[in-house]
């Protein structure tokens, strides 16, 4: 048995005297953007307006700076410049998204646009001439907004229309593309989009919107996978996964470890468990304590809407590896106030969970952002316990300012802690992580928040026409470590003090 007090006695004496910071031969490393955040260009040719482009023009006081991506970094045009910083940084791949209404400006396959093909193949081969991987989410939160119009992701024939959109893209770009993520963060479209109603299409619905949307997302992913497998797989060769959001609970006291259970199912079980558990559906405690809630409130059904057995059949083991975003944890501790600090998960307050965070965890530029190291690598032998040895892609991990600085030690530390722990999950707790994603490879349009923060290994002139990009320091310690294979590399080379 390996007990905690071994544990923890380990990790620091393996600090101590130098765990072996090498990453295990083949580990990849990328950097993320995502199609909306960058690409500007948004009514460029034949591109429909998404509900990010409604959103921002219509309710602007939604975003602090009442900014909007219109043209955000330009990449729609700077394209190149993306490509040549992704080589300049050393990176294996390059993990961007797909935006459905510049591809498909109806919503659905009846038109493809030539224009907005001819802009991903451009990247697509620009990227693989420089011998960088090109890994390509399919969905990241830019719906189109005639599709928002007819209900978006609480319409359950969204699943056959999201996979009617990935067969177009499997099929355009399938030969040169080989890793694939159906969708991004489950959870930030259906708790934040859909339940608090805070990111587009802004729709309040505190506990249905958010659990239809669940339903109707894992439907949606994995009708995409079988579309994958039946029709692309023995051609192509390539993988398909999902990437989800791990916001890590742990317990306030011992005491809490039930109820940090219980907020761990409904922050990463909801979106998790149905794809990567040996017997698919639900989480049954979340089944049954929002059956029981339903019915005591009066309802005659549940408020998490039941899967069929083909349903569970058909999402069950729909994933060739798991894509992990992480950033925060949170501490859980029981709800008696009911009011819930701090980014609750829209079906929080009524699980009687409270989320917060310990006073010695270090606030980053934005409102939920907490530094504490040590929960993705909790998060990830969890993960491990739960649902096996399954391949885990890190697609996305970063840190925030608003400061606009070149020397980004905060950054640079940041970067440091987290991926010392990766190594120690890898290493310590055999997780099988096959690969890291920096968020993001430069500043760009952070949603609510606007330009007002800024996650970029490179920083972007905002009122540059060709929105100059230049390598902060922590661009250019992220490329020693990728050069080096290991996190044992100067942190800040002299020439930046
Ligand atoms: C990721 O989400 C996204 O995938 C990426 O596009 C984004 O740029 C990046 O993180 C950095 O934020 O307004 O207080 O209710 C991370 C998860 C979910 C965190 C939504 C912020 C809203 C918090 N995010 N959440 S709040």
């Known amino acids: 048995m390996v007990s905690l007090f071994h544990i923890v006695f380990c990790a620091s004496l393996c600090v101590v005297y130098g765990i072996d910071l090498t990453f295990p031969p083949g580990f990849k490393f990328g950097a993320a953007t995502s199609s909306y955040q960058i690409e500007g260009g948004w009514n460029a040719s034949d591109k429909s307006e998404n509900i990010w482009d409604v959103f921002t023009h219509t309710m602007s006081d939604k975003i602090v700076d009442n900014s909007n ?49 001819k802009y991903y193949n451009n990247l ?117 996964g999902i990437t989800n ?18 907020a761990r199912e409904l922050a990463v079980g909801l979106y998790s468990h149905a794809i990567f558990s040996k017997e698919g559906g639900w989480p049954p405690v979340l089944e049954e304590k929002l059956a029981e809630y339903s019915k005591r409130q009066g309802y005659t059904r549940s408020r998490l809407p039941a899967f069929t057995k083909e349903e569970i059949e058909l999402v069950r083991g729909s994933a060739d590896f798991l894509g992990f975003n992480h950033y925060t944890s949170r501490t859980v501790r029981e709800l008696n106030d009911r009011k819930s600090a701090l980014w609750p998960l829209s079906g929080s307050p009524s699980l009687g969970i409270r989320l917060s965070v310990r006073p010695e965890w270090k ?25 096996g040895d399954i391949p885990i892609l890190i697609t996305e991990n970063g840190y925030c300012t608003e ?81 080096n294979h290991s996190l044992d590399v100067n942190k800040y080379e002299y020439d930046e003090l």
């Not at 209404?101 to 009846?110: A, E, N």
């Not at 959001?245 to 219980?262: K, Q, S, V």
């Open 363 to 387: 606030q980053a530029a934005v409102k939920w952002f907490f530094v504490y190291p040590e929960g993705i690598r909790r998060q990830l032998l969890w993960l491990k316990k739960r649902y």
């Open 245 to 262: 959001h791990f916001l890590w609970m742990e317990p306030e006291t011992e005491a809490d470890e039930e109820l940090a259970e219980l």
């Open 69 to 117: 991506g219109d043209i955000a970094c330009d990449s729609y045009n700077q394209w190149q410049r993306d490509i040549e910083m992704a080589s300049e940084l050393g990176l294996h791949f390059y993990r961007f998204s797909l935006s459905w209404s510049r591809i498909l400006p109806s919503g659905f396959p009846d038109r493809i646009s030539e224009d907005g093909v």
């Open 124 to 240: 697509i081969n620009g990227l693989l001439a420089k011998g960088i991987e090109p890994v390509i989410t399919i969905f990241h939160w830019d719906l189109p907004q005639s599709l928002q119009d007819l209900g978006g992701w609480t319409n359950p024939m969204i699943a056959d229309w999201f996979a009617d959109y990935s067969k177009v893209v499997f099929s355009l770009f399938g030969d040169r593309v080989k890793t694939w993520i159906t969708i991004n963060e489950a959870t930030s479209i259906c708790d934040v989009s859909y339940g608090l109603g805070i990111l587009a299409p802004g729709v309040r619905s505190l506990e249905y919107g958010n659990y239809i949307c669940a339903k109707n997302i894992l439907v949606a992913h994995a009708k995409a996978f079988r579309v994958y497998d039946r029709e692309f797989r023995a051609k192509f060769n390539g993988k398909v």
């Open 403 to 483: 400061k606009l600085e070149i020397v980004d030690k905060d950054r640079i530390d940041y970067y440091y802690n987290y991926l010392e722990q990766i190594l120690l999950s890898i290493k310590e707790d055999g997780v099988n992580v096959v690969g890291y994603t920096a968020w993001t490879l430069m500043d760009n349009f952070e949603w609510v928040s606007g330009y007002k923060v800024k996650f970029g290994l490179y920083q972007v002139d905002f009122t540059s026409p060709s929105r100059t990009r230049t390598p902060r320091a922590s661009a250019k310690y992220y490329a020693r470590i990728i050069k």
